[in-house]
């Protein structure tokens, strides 16, 4: 079965740093594109990043372009989501999923979320 646990959110401050891990198990990770998304309060879930099977290329929503770093440790099964210069509009529970794209990631299973909650 398919193991996603997402996890290293928590309260911050605007203009703060967090860095999200996501352990992965029960499928061939390396061979596998992965996507952050995100679902606000009262929201729909939203696709935050993306990143190829050796981590050459990623992708990002135009909210957290130059904002956030997504990366990959195959070794690991390992997925990172490196937040910096927060917003509290960036407020919401992050989950990990398998997909290269918005389409694929926002119709994968996700796992555990973590929250992230940015004060202004």
């Known amino acids: 079965d398919v193991q996603l646990q997402a996890f290293g959110g928590g309260l911050v401050q605007s203009g703060d740093s967090l860095r999200l891990s996501c352990a992965a198990s029960g499928f061939a990770f390396s061979r596998s594109a992965m996507s952050w998304i995100r679902q606000a309060p009262g929201k729909g879930p939203e696709w935050v990043s993306s990143?190829?099977?050796?981590?050459?290329?990623?992708t990002y929503a135009d909210s957290v372009k130059g904002r956030f770093t997504i990366s990959r440790d195959n070794a690991k099964n390992m997925l990172y989501l490196q937040g910096h210069s927060l917003k509290p509009e960036d407020t919401a529970v992050y989950y990990c999923?398998?997909?290269?794209?918005?389409?694929?990631?926002?119709?994968?299973?996700r796992g555990q979320g973590t929250q992230v909650t940015v004060s202004s």
């Open positions: 990143i190829s099977t050796t981590g050459e290329t990623t």
């Open positions: 999923t398998l997909g290269s794209n918005d389409w694929a990631a926002l119709r994968s299973p």
